[in-house]
Every structure is written in structure tokens, then in C-alpha cells.
């Protein structure tokens, strides 16, 4: 049985604390927040939970094997570095951290120490994406050409974090998952209108051998929009995570050179044949990664999203930053 202690009741510890007491070879040990309020929610919630506003106490806590943390990114080094440094696995919530300086000393420590950090991308465990990654490993898409993106809507604003801080390692943790290349540089340009932090944001990432990414992230659309565009040499693909049933759609589209005998037979032709709709498994993806972190602690196995695929994403967030700031320089990863 594994011991779990929540650090945080706020916006997303709600669906944490629910989905571990609802699995089994777990239970929650503790649930800490400061506020009166949340911890009042959790009460209604699960009368029995013992919960803490001091979160010494959970750290330090015999009865706690595994930390989850889901509090705002600017604390999660310190009660991340605190909890693997009293023995306690980690499940923490994206962004990994603020740094990748901070993030790669996690990962030091926990290797050290032989305990396992689980970074909380949530939609790797998405029928959806796992649907996705089937298909390019079967090779149904061909050589990847581009990954573009939108994830809009209005608000909810941030006060501590940037809209690309916010809604950006979405992607990037798919990208990461989807392409196995590595970056090369990413180039990012957007505004702040309203309370200082950007909340309008384009990224691009370079990778090798003529792939490219490009995400659109905005706290000011008017209307929600979650579609993802991936084009391959064979095939093309959309997802529209809004969509309740046919989220992704396969199509038989394409483009290529024909080889002629002169300059002027040097055409493109177009491929447009079928679409068809693959059967998506329709599960709550935090369950089933609260799930798979329980079964990597057990079996003492990294996680696919461990702290090493949580730094890619925080250096890749750096280096978005940094292009910010010069207005659209490439950044080399």
C-alpha cells in the first residue's frame, strides 16, 4: 500500500486527491493547503481525510510514502527538493519547475536517492495521444513535416505565470512525446494587455530533418479552440480535443513532386483520398496516470514523463522566454 500526501486543495489538488483514494493499492495519508477555505472543500468533500495546514508536517510524515505536488510552479522546487530529500516520491504538477538549473537538481537528487518523479503531463494518457503515437510508430503518418497548434480561450488569467508558462507545456509535452527528434531552437514572439504577464504567445520549434512545430497560445480568444494539425508525408491528421466523439480524423491527403524531363515538368500533384475516424479510448487520463505513477513506484521503473522529460519542457519554456524578450530571436536548445 503506498502512502500518498497532497501538498495543495487548489484548482487541480481537487481531481488529485479524488482519483487516488478512488484507485486502489493507495490511499491518501494527508492533504495539506494553508487556506481555511480549501481545506473546508475537502471536508465536504471526504469527511475522513486528514488533512494539515503545515506542510513540515507532511514532508516529515512517516505515513507518507509519495508527495504529489500541486501547487503554484514557484514553490515546486523547494517542496519537491524537501520531499525527495525525506525519501518521498514525487508526482508534481506541470511546469516541473521555474528553471531547468532547478530541474535538473531534482533529477540529480532523485537518482541519488532512487526515488521516482512523475511530471504531471496529463494528456500523454489521453486516448487521443496514445492514438496519435500509435500511428507514427506504425509509420501511417510517414516522416513527420510539421505539428501546429491552437489552444485558446478567455482567461483564466494567471497571476504568477505567463500564458506560455500556463498552457504551453501542453504541447510541448506532446510534441515531446509525438516527435522523437530533439529541438533545435525555438522562437517565440507575443504581448502582455492586462496584468503584465503575456497572455498572447506563438512559438515555434525547429527540429532536424525539416520538421517544425508552432503553438498558439491566448488568454483572449473569444471562443475555446483545442485543435492540433499533424502533417506527414503519407498521411494528415486532426485532433479536436472538444470534439465527444471523433476527435481525431485521418486523412488521405497530400502533396509531392513529380520528376519530369524539363524544368516546366517539375509539378506538384495532390493526393486526396479517404478520411476515416480511429476509435479513440474514452478514459479519464488523470486516473490513469495517477495509476501508472503508482506502478513505477512499485516496480522502482522511470516513468515515460519523469523528471528528464520534465526538464526538455521547462528548457524549451526558458528558451520561449528568452525569445520573447528579444522579440523573435531563435534560441538554440
Same mark, same amino acid.
Given at each position: 500500500?503506498? @502512502? ?16 487516488? %483514494? ?17 481545506? #473546508? ?6 469527511? =475522513? ?31 519537491? #527538493? ?23 537538481? &531534482?533529477?540529480?537528487?532523485?537518482? %541519488? #536517492? ?18 496519435? @503515437? ?9 516522416? &513527420? ?20 508558462? =500556463?498552457?504551453?507545456?501542453? =504541447?510541448?509535452?506532446?510534441? =515531446? ?56 508525408? /503519407?498521411?494528415? &491528421? ?30 506538384? $500533384? ?16 488523470? /486516473? ?11 516496480? $522502482? ?33
Amino acid at each position: 500500500m503506498i @502512502r500518498i500526501g497532497v501538498l495543495g486543495y487548489g484548482y487541480w489538488g481537487p481531481n488529485i486527491v479524488r482519483n487516488f %483514494r478512488s484507485l486502489g493499492g493507495c490511499e491518501v495519508a494527508m492533504v495539506c493547503d494553508r487556506s481555511p477555505a480549501a481545506l #473546508k472543500r475537502l471536508k465536504q468533500a471526504h469527511p =475522513d481525510q486528514a488533512v494539515t495546514t503545515d506542510p513540515s508536517e507532511l514532508l516529515t510524515s512517516a505515513t507518507v510514502d509519495a508527495v504529489a505536488v500541486v501547487t503554484p510552479v514557484c514553490t515546486h522546487f523547494e517542496l519537491a #527538493k524537501a520531499a525527495l530529500e525525506n525519501g518521498k516520491h514525487v508526482f508534481i504538477e506541470k511546469p516541473f519547475t521555474s528553471t531547468t538549473r532547478q530541474a535538473e537538481e &531534482l533529477v540529480e537528487l532523485a537518482a %541519488r #536517492k532512487n526515488l521516482r518523479i512523475m511530471v504531471d503531463h496529463t494528456f500523454l494518457f489521453t486516448g487521443a495521444v496514445r492514438k496519435m @503515437r500509435q500511428l507514427i510508430d506504425e509509420g501511417v503518418l510517414g516522416d &513527420l513535416y510539421y505539428y501546429d497548434s491552437t489552444r485558446v480561450n478567455l482567461g483564466l488569467f494567471q497571476h504568477d505565470v505567463s500564458v506560455i508558462w =500556463d498552457l504551453a507545456p501542453h =504541447d510541448l509535452s506532446i510534441m =515531446d512525446f509525438l516527435i522523437q527528434d530533439k529541438p533545435d531552437a525555438v522562437v517565440a514572439t507575443g504581448e502582455a494587455h492586462l496584468n503584465g504577464h503575456v497572455d498572447v504567445a506563438y512559438i515555434t520549434v525547429y527540429f532536424p530533418r525539416n520538421t517544425i512545430a508552432h503553438v498558439n497560445v491566448n488568454w483572449l480568444s473569444p471562443v475555446k479552440i483545442r485543435t492540433t494539425l499533424i502533417g506527414g508525408e /503519407k498521411k494528415m &491528421l486532426v485532433w479536436n480535443d472538444l470534439e465527444a466523439d471523433e476527435k481525431i480524423k485521418v486523412y488521405d491527403k497530400g502533396a509531392q513532386m513529380n520528376n519530369g524531363q524539363g524544368l516546366y515538368e517539375l509539378l506538384v $500533384s495532390y493526393r486526396a483520398g479517404d478520411m476515416w475516424a480511429p476509435r479513440v479510448e474514452q478514459t479519464e487520463a488523470l /486516473k490513469v496516470e495517477l495509476g501508472y505513477f503508482l506502478d513505477c513506484v512499485a516496480r $522502482s521503473e522511470p516513468p515515460l514523463n519523469d523528471g528528464v522529460a520534465g526538464t526538455r519542457v521547462v528548457r524549451m519554456l526558458e528558451a520561449a522566454d528568452q525569445s520573447l524578450k528579444e522579440r523573435g530571436r531563435a534560441v538554440t536548445l
